[in-house]
């Protein structure tokens, strides 16, 4: 089905930033500008006053499947990216089985075909079992369609076979992502380490443990001259050694989270376990050390980590319950909320949500420049709604977010020439 896209602001990061006109045909984009002409019969989309952007690319979300399909399925998964504009996600390896094979891989990819909504990318293990010990075979990950490998939250603590997996990741040209934790530092941890964190009688996890590992990691990128990506950053350490590693041409991305830029520490005094993430909440320090890297580049990505749990999960005592929050649904205007804050130009939020991710992940996505695939989001930035957690897509609704007056809401999301998502109303 052909589809013109008539009279919206058109942001394709870095290509076009003006009001104009986009045809669809085919799945892919055709053309964009002003007054373009579209095939015979196409289907008129009015996007006047509203903002036509590439869909935005999640590199870290978890979609839990196979093996914890009580939280998230690649369907419900997928339905809630949709609804948030995020038209490719890619989603980490800490099912049950670990997905360390390529069975486990071209399953994900065989659900994600049949949801028939966001493209859905698996991401490959770096051990087996994600044990940090033998590692995974990465090429076979790779050939099946893995687009980086990672052990998510079980940080490889060996730097040896850290170091192994960074030389063969290189030989196949993938990123390879950490989560950066010293476990031995953040052992039994719940929260930020600091006054809060004493006065709840709550263990911590000091920042330290994260920023050794950056350490870690960067040295040993700039060893072995492989892709690093760095997962969701939230210490003033980390942004000031990412920037450092940027400055020497080190080939290191880094990505930060909407609840890393907009909540500190002091949510959690109520003891609200939907404020209990890993890494965890930091200080306002944390806070602007972050918005300050994303307005100078140090930070490449927004990305989500997507967490999902069922509520009685969350509903276990703070020591207990696990960390995590969903947050497809929100990025998009929490993302905006900086630049309304003048952190980022909205050309800036825009491409820190698609064209950047794509390009550090090597996507041929985020883009609506002709021959590129048609995955696209009509987005109102002046829509005002609440967040009403039980009117997810996601199959969970662990936020700290719910209640919040927000601003931005995606009307129409597009993949590959179909329409897969409309809000009420967005007609």
Partial sequence: MALLIEGGHIIDPGRYNAIGDLVIDEGKIVAIGRGVKAPPGATRVSATGRLVVPGFVDLHVHFREPGFEYKETIQSGAASAVAGGFTTVCCMPNTNPVNDNQAITEFILERARAARLANVLPIGAITKGSEGKELAEIGDLRRAGCVAISDDGKPVMNSLV???????????????????????????????????????????????????????????????????????????????????????????????????????????????????????????????????????????????DHAPHATQEKQQGFTEAPFGIVGLETALPLTLALVEEGILSLESAVEKLSAAPARAFSLAKGTLQPGADADVAIIDPQAQWEVDPGKFRSKSRNTPFAGWKVKGLVMTTIVSGRVVFEAAGSA
Wanted: net charge negative; glycine share 8%; aromatic share 4%.
């Fill in 162 to 304: 850290m170091r192994r997996a960074m030389e063969y990741a290189l030989a196949f040209d993938i990123p390879v992502i950490d989560h950066c934790e010293d476990l031995h530092l953040a052992e039994g941890g719940c929260m930020n380490e600091g006054l809060i964190s004493t006065e709840l009688g709550l263990p911590g996890i000091p920042a330290a443990a994260e920023d050794v590992m950056v350490a870690r990691n960067v040295s040993l990128a700039e060893l072995t001259g492989a892709r690093l990506h760095l997962a969701h950053i939230s210490t003033v350490g980390s942004v000031r050694m990412v920037r450092e590693a940027k400055s020497r041409g080190l080939r290191v991305t880094a990505e930060a989270c909407p609840h890393h830029f907009m909540l500190t520490e002091e949510i959690v005094r109520g003891f609200n376990t939907l404020a209990k993430m890993n890494p965890p909440l930091r200080t306002w320090q944390d806070v602007q050390a972050i918005k300050d890297g994303l307005r100078d580049g140090t930070i490449d990505v927004i990305a989500t």
